[in-house]
């Protein structure tokens, strides 16, 4: 059974740094594409990265310049480093992995539980 499991979330004043990072564990043949979203209270979920198993990455225009998305394929790991953070950034963040468990199988989005992020002024 595929699991996502997030950490590295807590609080942080303005200006300063988060290093976010989600596994995928269980049977998992290959990942496609890795992505953080995030959600504020009262919020709908919004994209703030994702890359492809090519290594494209794409970025909010919010975050742009702050944060950089990377993964290890060999681990089945994604990471999101988050710098100069505002409280703006507040929210419950989440991985998403776009994955094919088996050769049998097509490829399905998985979603880990959450991590908070809190950013104080």
């Known amino acids: 059974q595929v699991q996502l499991v997030e950490s590295g979330g807590g609080l942080v004043q303005a200006g300063g740094s988060l290093d976010l990072s989600c596994a995928a564990t269980?049977?998992?043949?290959?990942?496609?594409?890795w992505g953080w979203y995030r959600q504020a209270p009262g919020q709908q979920r919004e994209l703030v990265a994702q890359?492809?198993?090519?290594?494209?990455?794409d970025y909010q225009d919010s975050v742009k310049g702050r944060f950089t998305i990377d993964r290890d394929n060999a681990m089945n790991i994604v990471y999101l480093r988050m710098n100069t953070l505002r409280p703006e950034d507040t929210a419950l963040y989440y991985c998403?992995?776009?994955?094919?468990?088996?050769?049998?199988?097509?490829?399905?989005?998985?979603w880990g539980q959450g991590t908070q992020v809190t950013v104080s002024s």
């Open positions: 998403s992995a776009e994955l094919q468990a088996t050769d049998t199988e097509g490829y399905r989005t998985y």
């Open positions: 269980g049977s998992i043949l290959r990942v496609y594409t």
């Open positions: 890359i492809t198993r090519g290594l494209v990455r």
